[in-house]
């Protein structure tokens, strides 16, 4: 399907996507796909003014209801599931089947939310006086920034803004400047589920800042923005972490990730390989959750190397939207800079490495494919403590259990890991306090394409943030203890007496 079609089909017209400041390419030929318009500071302000006055109203809409809003919008992404999903390859890179996939997610927490909108529960604790009942009520919170990145364009958000919806919570949008187009169709579809749902459903409730960075800044430096949801890179995280800490306001944050895989004798090497070759090469390297180091007993590493380097060998490198692509370009020519750079510094370092290097496309010459990297390491050297957003796998070897769970835990991120092994012991042992440090940790599965159920996020450098299912809706909501006295005595907490 030609660009325009894919463009028309999302719902832009010509007009819209010309004549403004920022011009947005495709990564897939690297050819300028719109020039768009962008807020500004004062734009900013203004819905962030917006949102305020949306949350005095939201935050009194029943949750149920709150729900409904959501389910409306997760039927609305059905509905559009191709539409969206082709353009957010075309925006990003990703093959179409993880486009597609992309905009799964987003129907999965929609349906999540819809549920989780009637059990927004509180506890009920025993209180220690006579005559006194206790509980936790969860109330609304206020607006929630979401600050979202390029390599996944509309599934972090909706992650995001279905919990905050159906807690009570507007929502502005601040997407990557790489990926808007995207933002603005989710915005869009937003536009005319709200409509659909009626006056309930305030003005200024779901919106989207299209600009640079400034835009974010403004979101965390406005006390009317009650928390700010970041996912990106560890830089950027720190920044959000600091503007917001000077307000003590809340952050969500989902950073850099450094996934590992500890590959033990006993591991089902098929499944392994499989397990492998998805998660390092998949949205080319460029997931959060991408494997980026694997650490292989030694008894198995010539069962297991070589096969994978030959399975590199044959990976089906190309447009991300032809059928039978499995790696896509990368962003940017700054993001096959930067897959240089770390292959040279590997080298250095002692890495022998198998691949790598600039995959030329047919036709596609301005576009930054990358052939994915296998590079075998000595240790796990300096280079392999670092994030590099791109198709790298280092790979080093072990001998003794403690000593591969100490290296993949060596490092500052702590998103994902697993372990491949059917061995009891071992992998319990991984899993365990004196295990994997990692926000996420499996078993026979790689770290990448975590379902939408389980609480998504992970510590140190990643930032401690926990998105998506589980109980992460506590993040979007103010705790808070009610105590009730039905007694006609005023009887103090901690035994304390006193006359008047
Ligand atoms: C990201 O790369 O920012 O686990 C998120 C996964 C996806 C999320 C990745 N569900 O691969």
Redesign the pocket.
Known sequence: MPHSQILTAAGFSKDALTGGSLSVKTPVDGSKIACIATHSLADAETQIAKAKAAFKSWRLVPAPRRGELVRLLGEELRREKENLGRLVTLECGKIYQEGL??VQ?MIDICDFAVGLSRQLYGLTIASERPGHAMRESWHPMGTCGVIT?F??PV??WCWNAALALVCGDPVIWKPSEKTPLTALAVQKICDRVTAAFGAEAPEGLIQTLIGERDLGEALTASKDVAIISA??SVPMGKAVAQDMSQRLGRTIL?LG?NNAMIVAPSADLEMALRAIVF?AV??AG?????LRRLIVHADIYDALIPRLIKAYAGLPIGDPLAEGSLVGPLIDDLALAAMDKALTQAQTEGGVVHGGGQALIDSHAAAAYAHPAIVEMPSQSPIMHTETFAPILYVVKYDDLDHAIEMQNEVPQGL?SCIFSTDLRESEYFLSAAGSDCG?ANVNIG??????GGA?GGEKETGGGRE?GSDAWKGYMRRQTNTVNYSRELPLAQGIKFDI
Do not use: D, K
């Open positions: 996939g992309e997610e990145a390599n996944f599934a972090p996912t990106g989902e990730g998660s998949g949205t460029q997931r959060c959750t991408s994902s996420i770290p990448s394409g975590a379902e939408i998504f998506s």
